[in-house]
């Protein structure tokens, strides 16, 4: 569902330091067995395994030979509902994304993390907990940090004689409105408005930029009014299309190609919901960007001042088919680990590194890239992460799916003018009600 996020925001890197091996996975499982050494255990995520040097180690360290299956990210949802529908088994862990958590929490597919591991520990190092939790319960450990960003193009904007960085989206939409009326660049900003997931989450981010949210903790909407952020947010994205801000073929664009083929290529002047990690794996690689050094990392600008970045990170948790749950906590003690983690991202020298590994969950591990110059736009991207926020209130609802396909339906709809936002917003309103009363 956000394949584009992970792919977009990969920094690179894996390999696995022993600390944190010992760990508390000590407790009783409710089903399965309790044992933790001298058994094998399946791992399934859509990833390529870490290096086998870093598993083998794994396995000297704590007896626990670790089966690897890589299987694409919509498969794995597949095989993770249907194993859990029929009460059979998969994996002993697995994927957890932000936006399953509300569904998985609810049906109770997966065993609560924070029976086996000290999350409470984690939640001063891991702001992104937050979206994994439900009713008081941690779901799965966030193993990547992936949030939406802003990205500027600096040179446009200095060339339009404009401020780089600002602060509020007035004086955002103010500095595109003059790039453009300069001719620095005829549509400066990128929105995707293609009937896909990253116009969603496009909308989200500029939501809480308004200062608002889009659901409550109850699931109820909060965007139906014209005074509402969301409302607001849809609005000024229309408008940004209608008024030439946007490029008029954006309205077939997703995500990845607007990042890709105008951002990457300096047919636009910024990003208002960028990848994070993007400057470093697109913007500055030069064989897929002519914008090499110029794109840069600004505080997402809000209504009155800068805003919170919201998260779309991936987790990993314990099915309750798992055969050995509290094996599968002591190699996720392990694999969400800070040290392991610097490991991971590759701070630590190359033979370490696991190649499309985002960027790490744990403060401590992004502080160390940063400090050794392995994450591009690090200084900018630290304190992002660290007030990042969930995406929804009580965690993504169990019907997220459905609402997110009203989201993206009816915004694009009211692009290319076939409805007014404001028909937009209360479709999106009902669809959220009618999912959030169970009818």
Not at 178 to 202: C, M, Q, R, W
Request: net charge neutral; with cysteine.
């Amino acid at each position: 569902m956000l394949r584009s996020t992970r792919l977009l925001a990969g920094i690179a890197s894996l390999t696995l330091v022993l600390a944190g091996c010992g760990g508390s996975g000590n407790k009783q499982s409710s089903g399965g067995s309790t044992q933790t050494s001298g058994v094998t255990i399946t791992v399934a995520l859509a990833s390529d395994a870490p290096p086998k040097a870093a598993l083998d180690a794994f396995t000297q360290q704590t007896g626990i030979t670790v089966n690897w299956v890589n299987i694409d990210w919509d498969s794995l949802q597949n095989k993770i509902s249907a194993a859990a529908t029929a009460k059979t088994y998969f994996a002993d862990a697995t994927n957890v994304d932000w936006s399953r958590v509300g569904q998985l929490g609810k049906l109770g597919w997966f065993y609560p993390v924070d029976s086996y591991v000290d999350t409470k520990a984690m939640q001063a190092d891991v702001p992104q907990l937050a979206s994994f939790t439900v009713d008081g319960h941690v779901v799965g450990i966030p193993y990547d940090a992936s949030f939406m960003v802003t990205t500027v193009n600096t040179e446009l904007f200095q060339k339009a004689g404009v401020n780089p960085a600002p602060r509020t989206m007035d004086e955002y939409t103010s500095a595109l409105k003059t790039i453009k009326a300069k001719g620095v660049a005829d549509h400066p900003l990128n929105i995707p408005f293609a009937a896909a997931e990253g116009l969603s989450t496009y909308w989200y981010e500029t939501t809480g930029a308004f200062g608002g949210t889009v659901l409550d903790k109850d699931g109820k909407p909060q965007f139906t009014s014209p005074d509402s952020a969301g409302y607001k947010a849809a609005d000024w994205m229309v408008n940004a299309l209608k008024s030439g801000l946007v490029p008029p073929g954006n309205i077939n664009v997703s995500d990845s190609q607007g990042m890709q083929n105008l951002m990457a290529r300096g047919q636009v002047a910024s990003t208002f919901s960028d990848y994070s990690g993007n400057v470093g794996t697109l913007y500055n690689i030069k064989k897929s960007s002519s914008v090499v050094g110029k794109v840069k990392y600004i505080a997402t600008p809000g209504a009155s001042g800068p805003a919170a970045n919201l998260s779309n990170p991936d987790g990993i948790g314990i099915p309750k088919q798992a055969k050995y749950p509290n094996a599968a906590a002591k190699f996720i003690e392990w694999f969400t680990a800070t040290e392991q983690q610097a490991d991971f991202a590759g701070v630590n020298g190359p033979e370490k590194t696991f190649a499309t590994y985002p960027i790490p969950s744990h403060l401590s591990a992004v502080k160390q890239m940063t400090a050794k110059g392995n994450l591009i736009g690090g200084a900018e991207l630290v304190p992002m992460l660290q007030g990042s926020k969930p995406v929804f209130e009580g965690g993504a609802p169990s019907w997220y799916p459905k609402f997110s396909n009203a989201v993206y339906t009816n915004l694009h709809a009211a692009a290319t003018g076939s409805m007014s936002v404001e028909q937009a917003m209360k479709t999106i309103g009902d669809t959220a009600n009618q999912l959030a009363s169970g009818s």
